[in-house]
Each structure stands twice: as structure tokens, then as C-alpha cells.
């Protein structure tokens, strides 16, 4: 489908009955305004379709460090794209949509390792099948709703990864994984304890 031409009504005919969607599409680079027209406009419109169809889960694949206020240059060339993905985001962030934002760091064609960083200070790079993965597992996991998962490549398998994001303190529970080498189940259970809400919907082989 052209989403960049499609309408509201378009779109939504497009998606009814269908119970999720995910927003990965982009211009991938080109004009700005093109830019604007795929990564903003109809990404937006997107939304507006989805909750006229009456589907309410929405998974935004995003970036890492992608904000209002993500100080890019204007005269730099990914200026466009920022400013466009912000504002898709803000607006999902505003809407009564079941949302999840996605963020991964810069996008690699490795194969998949099944294992992420969900705590990084810092954008590195993950490949586009982990990327793929997370996606899968933030729609299996309804305590993901409502939260922004910015991530790269690391250690941690997505049962790891899903028990840090719905932690209350995702920082020292990815610190006791680490020390304690602690199994996915310990894990969910210490976030639980921490007031995590979580679903055990993940099997792992650790």
C-alpha cells in the first residue's frame, strides 16, 4: 500500500479486523519533505486510521534518543527525520491507542542473537532481526503498553530484557542479573517484587 498517499479512511479500510499494528514504514533518507510526508504525516494519519478502525494496540518503531527536544542541528541532514519521528511519537504518546514505542539504536544487517540491551545510556547499533524479535515480544506482553523501549545489541535475552523495562528500577535489576546471573523467572520475579507488572509470556532457555 502507498501510504504516503492513502487517507484516513484509506488506511483504515486497510487494517479492519485486524487486531495490531506496527509502524515501521519510512522514506529511508531523500528530501526532507518526503521525509515528513512518510516518517510524520502518515504515520499520524496511521494512527488516526487505526483508531477509527477500532483497533487499539500500536506498536512505533522508532530511534534511539528520538525526542522533542533531540538537539540535531538544523542544518544537519537528519534534521528532517528527527523532527519527523518526535513528532509521530509525541503524537501516539497523546493518543488513547494501546501504544509501545520501539527504539532501537542504528540498524545492522547481522543475524539474530536474541539478546538485547533495554539499558544503555548511549545509542550503538542492533540488528534489524533483534529488532524484528522485539517488536514480537512487546506485542505478546501487554505490561509493554504505554512504555518506550530504547535499545541496542547486548547480553541480555528478551526474557532479561522484558523484566528490566517493566521494572521499577530497571538499572539495579539489570545489575543484579548480571552479579547473581539470575534465570529469566528469577528475574520476573524480582521485578514483580519491585511493583513490575509482568506476564509470563517469554520461554528462554536461561
Known amino acids: 500500500a502507498d501510504v504516503e498517499r492513502l487517507d484516513v479512511a484509506e488506511l483504515a479500510d486497510l487494517i479492519d479486523e485486524h487486531d495490531v499494528v506496527v509502524w515501521s514504514a519510512g522514506a529511508g533518507g531523500g528530501s526532507p519533505e518526503r521525509t515528513y510526508a512518510v516518517d510524520r504525516d502518515a504515520a499520524i494519519r496511521m494512527m488516526d486510521a487505526t483508531a477509527q478502525a477500532g483497533v487499539s494496540r500500536f506498536v512505533m518503531v522508532s ?9 540535531v542541528p538544523a542544518e544537519s541532514p537528519f534534521f528532517p527525520y528527527a523532527e519527523a519521528k518526535a513528532a509521530a511519537d509525541a503524537y501516539l504518546r497523546a493518543s488513547d491507542l494501546a501504544w509501545t514505542i520501539v527504539a532501537p539504536s542504528a540498524l545492522t544487517l547481522e543475524p539474530a542473537t536474541g539478546r538485547i540491551d533495554p539499558d544503555a545510556p548511549a545509542a550503538g547499533s542492533v540488528s534489524r532481526a533483534d529488532v524484528a524479535a ?32 517493566t521494572a521499577k528500577d530497571p538499572e539495579a535489576l539489570a545489575k543484579e542479573i548480571v552479579k547473581k546471573g539470575m534465570s529469566v523467572r528469577q528475574a520476573e520475579a524480582l521485578a514483580i517484587l519491585a511493583g513490575g507488572k509482568l506476564q509470563l509470556t517469554f520461554k528462554d532457555a536461561a
Open 134 to 165: 522485539v517488536v514480537a515480544a512487546v506485542l505478546a506482553d501487554p505490561s509493554t503498553i504505554g512504555k518506550t523501549i530504547p535499545f541496542n545489541a547486548g547480553d541480555l535475552t528478551m526474557g532479561h530484557a522484558r523484566a528490566i523495562i
Open 63 to 71: 530511534y534511539f534518543g528520538a525526542s522533542l527536544n533531540h538537539d
